[in-house]
């Protein structure tokens, strides 16, 4: 079968965040994925320690340039990015996204401008935040960023609907981008709730869910996972993202009954697997 999906972010050997969470769900539900990591680390920031590095900017470069020598761009029909950990790595990508859509026309760039969250602020340098609203931002046919990222696109606040309606807005006027905007909640959202915020032509669509008592890492790779494994699976857009939202909550769910923090993806094939939608 042929590669579907070029996914290109972080690795780690212990827990899921990146391409640790995002390559299974779209394998599971049977698609070939090229993964390419822009790091190769232990485990995510969160512990005590953490080893390993950011990969170099010509490394990525090159595995890239392997992606393209194999005729991968050809057949594949999603380009996916998340975590950079370096602004050279985000140029890399860029030129990268640049030169698949001269090759295949057709191909859809998914960007998930990882930055930050309202837990925890931002959590990469400002020349990766750069890159991001210069280069891949600009790039980008679906955007997945968190609401507090929104706000770093926009530059401008996102807490409130209609601060949010404004910078969807100014996002979406990048190549009409759609938009799915995660971990919302404003002063109407339900109590113990968050929403995803679908932006997928003129009307917003509010996509509500039970919040959780648990923050683990990787929600949002894993939802970018199972969102574009939906899409080329041939669902659209906004069903793939209720989709990805229901399996990401069931995952969370599963993981505290479980008496863990981190995300429990083996545990939970069976979830990460369910409701294969097969390409008309």
């Known amino acids: 079968m042929a590669t579907s999906i070029i996914s290109i972010q972080s690795q780690v050997v212990h827990g899921h965040v990146g391409n640790s969470a995002a390559v299974l769900p779209m394998q599971a539900r049977g698609l070939n994925v090229a993964a390419v990591p822009t790091t190769l680390l232990s485990n995510h920031p969160g512990f005590e320690t953490m080893r390993g590095r950011v990969l170099e900017s010509e490394l990525v470069g090159d595995l890239l340039r392997g992606v393209e020598e194999r005729g991968l761009i050809e057949t594949s029909r999603y380009i996916v990015s998340g975590y950079l950990g370096s602004r050279a790595n985000g140029e890399v990508v860029a030129a990268f996204v640049k030169r698949a859509?001269?090759?295949?026309?057709?191909?859809?760039?998914?960007?998930?401008?990882?930055?930050?969250?309202?837990?925890?602020?931002?959590?990469?340098?400002?020349?990766?935040?750069?890159?991001?609203?210069?280069?891949?931002?600009?790039?980008?046919?679906?955007?997945?960023?968190?609401?507090?990222?929104?706000?770093?696109?926009?530059?401008?606040?996102?807490?409130?609907?209609?601060?949010?309606?404004?910078?969807?807005?100014?996002?979406?006027?990048?190549?009409?981008?759609?938009?799915?905007?995660?971990?919302?909640?404003?002063?109407?959202?339900?109590?113990?709730?968050?929403?995803?915020?679908?932006?997928?032509?003129?009307?917003?669509?509010?996509?509500?869910?039970?919040?959780?008592?648990?923050?683990?890492?990787?929600?949002?790779?894993?939802?970018?996972?199972?969102?574009?494994?939906n899409l080329a699976n041939g669902r659209p857009l906004m069903e793939a993202a209720s989709d990805a939202a229901k399996v990401v909550h069931d995952v969370l769910q599963s993981t505290i009954a479980s008496g863990e923090h981190e995300m429990q993806l083996a545990q939970n094939i069976g979830l990460l697997a369910s409701n294969v939608v097969d390409v008309a």
């Open 101 to 229: 859509r001269q090759i295949n026309p057709d191909i859809t760039y998914i960007c998930d401008p990882v930055m930050g969250d309202s837990n925890l602020g931002v959590f990469v340098a400002d020349q990766v935040i750069e890159c991001l609203l210069d280069h891949l931002v600009p790039l980008a046919d679906i955007l997945t960023p968190n609401q507090f990222e929104l706000g770093l696109i926009a530059r401008n606040s996102s807490s409130s609907w209609s601060q949010l309606e404004l910078g969807a807005s100014h996002v979406r006027a990048y190549r009409n981008a759609s938009l799915i905007v995660t971990g919302c909640a404003f002063t109407d959202t339900p109590r113990n709730s968050l929403e995803n915020v679908v932006f997928d032509g003129k009307q917003p669509a509010r996509l509500i869910s039970p919040r959780l008592p648990i923050v683990p890492v990787g929600t949002g790779d894993l939802f970018t996972g199972l969102l574009t494994a």
